[in-house]
């Protein structure tokens, strides 16, 4: 038996990994375009910004690693151009095929900035790979750039504007869309807006980038760009093979990661998994589900039966060291999927007054029809990612209102104020419902 | 209609407010022994050390803000003797008697140091009042001790420590139990102990003190002794009155927190609630809970119906700068509950590698006969908090460890491991299954 995973970082390292454990005498080979494997490509930002000094910190395991411990075939420089299933072949650049009887297909997302002229300029850099990040900080240190624009304020925008700020450059970033971090929020985003802005970063939203100009984007002068915008699955090549693919590009799934091909699975940012709030399929690339989903591919391509049962949609962003947490929906998102959305927004101190709490603001939102919670958001400087995973596991579990309410919480002054922003929160959710 | 309250700190005074928000013109009356109402007790240790500057910081609230701003009479010294149900009236101690429609008793826990030969010496202290904390730092000032003894390892005993030894005083703590923090658990005490005695605190377990000498306690040489041992809800006068109490001596309540007398409800210190992973009643004093169940019998005294289904029995010491927390039951404890406890104890960074995360180590204890996570502990500089509150919300869920392992937690290299160490545990747990 042969297992051929497509993709060498995240959600594919997990997927072959997980599959050896299972099956000692499974064959494995795991295909990878790039020149490195296993790197911590969220912490692409913080490599440019020089909190991680050197490339190789990110570097997880190199390919002789898995060779030599794990007995995984591990390939650079195999970049994958076409899959022919009928006959269970991954056909390479080269020229060669690798024959599979499971096929993991962990191909990852893509920077799509077609739609963007002037984008192969030597200023202008994406953020995706560690390719990427060592061509911008070379960048930095040799032409010391000093006017920055970031084209979007998703996730790796946001981070990489944070990164730039702090190399002393002046930054403005440019969002297509009316909102930050794929928040539709307007006090979500007002609150990222003045946290950026306190620290020197302009963020304008509403304003679609379509050319890269030598010395201006959109009117905003800069020598250095950086496109941090039009993520897509990268699912062509899957898709040419029939694999079939759901409403937002991205591989569909069943809970075992299976694609409508037998034996062929999908995992990480290439695919689509259940969003858990509304039990329909999402599309959310993230570091933690390409670990998770890799996982359980990985399983069921050899042999195990393992279940992904999907994903509330969690994430956090520090940005100049205040946490922004997001779970479920926002009000706007949650009325577009259906739902009848009430919320309510609090800040709170983080810990008691005494104890010189920080500012925490926490927003719930819960369906009036069932009193249930379907989403959440915390801002703050400390303890921004431990609230919203206690909304998360709440997602998870289908929770009312008032049962959150009633969420026996771990309190002492160090820590948290005897009424934790959560459940103050949870009570004012209560009246409005 | 009047409404009196026994007790006018956390659980007192969370009723008492609560009461008034329902209806608008029920009389209000809060009976409280002490001479000052609503402070924060969970912060006398941090007032002890002087991280909490005045006396006056902790106290939240005073009578005049109750009477002036919520029409709440809150009257100080106002110590209750008896109550005579059938007459519907609290005796005080000057002989007045006040009468009541509905009572809640809010009467807290007490020290019991009648054990304890010696404990009326001008060296030896409780802390369990906003005085005693008074006298405690008066008495560190003006004679300036050099050793001390802390009776007693649970929450208190241990920021005590931490107190005193912030002071430059040498510390033992004594402990009768062979466990610290009340967490039945070798690893965890062990831990405790490893933190206390890296900052010059000796931890002596399985010794019980029954005189306090002149300049010694149970052989160690000391001029300051603290008795942190020996609570006990306070429930005497409760109990004349005909209220019935549970096995642990606290007052039974029913999910609305009421008593077995009509009209009469119980909150905070003095109540036994329902632990939501056995489902049977249990006695867990603190802070929290108290707020929570003063907030409920409140709301029921005044016509309103609430209800709190129970508690979980979270809860967090920081000691010395690390947060140990634990929730739901030791591997140990479920053994005496009556469960097959199976567990997992694992290290983890608490941010990536190359973001220099600090050390986590969190344990998870689930039931094998169901695969129910029953309990589980996290230790660690950051992040503790917010890890044991997500096991605290699974535990409210019931959650299996199989769907825990898949919980979709926040992730960004600031804030978490792409793998949360919570995760982990869940995955290794699952493997002892």
Known sequence: MALVVIGGVAAGLSAAARARRIDPRLEIVVLEKGPVISYGACGLPYFVEGRVREAKDLVVYTPEYFRRERKIEVRTGARAVSISHPRREVVLESGERVRYDRLVIATGARCDTSGIAGADQPHVFTLHTLGDAERLRRFIAEKQPRRAVVVGAGYIGVEAADALRRHGLGVTVLERSAHALLRDDADFTAAVRKTLEQHGVELRCGVEVTAVEAERVAGVPCDLVVLACGFRPNTAMAAEAGVELGRFGGIRTDDRMQTNLTGVYAAGDCAEVTHLVTGRPTYIPLGTTANK?????????????????????????????????????????????????????????????????????????????????????????????????????????????????????????????????????????????
Chains 1, 2 share one sequence.
């Open 293 to 433: 989903t890799g996982r359980v591919a990985g399983a069921n391509a050899s042999g195990a039966r393992e279940r992904f049962p999907g994903i509330v949609g969690t994430s956090i962003v520090g940005i100049f060291g205040t946490g922004f947490a997001t779970t479920g929906f926002s009000a706007v998102q949650a009325k577009a999927e259906g739902f009848s959305p009430v919320r309510a927004r609090i800040e709170g101190p983080a810990r008691p007054r005494y104890f010189q709490g920080t500012k925490t603001v926490v927003e719930l939102v819960a369906d009036r029809a069932t009193g249930r919670l379907i989403g959440g958001s915390v801002i703050g400087e400390e303890g921004a990612a431990g609230r919203i995973n206690v909304i998360a596991a709440a997602l998870h579990n289908r929770m009312r209102v008032d049962d959150f309410e009633q969420l026996d919480l771990a309190y002492s002054p160090p820590f948290s104020p005897v009424w934790d922003p959560l459940l103050i929160a949870a009570q004012q959710l209560k009246k409005e419902l």
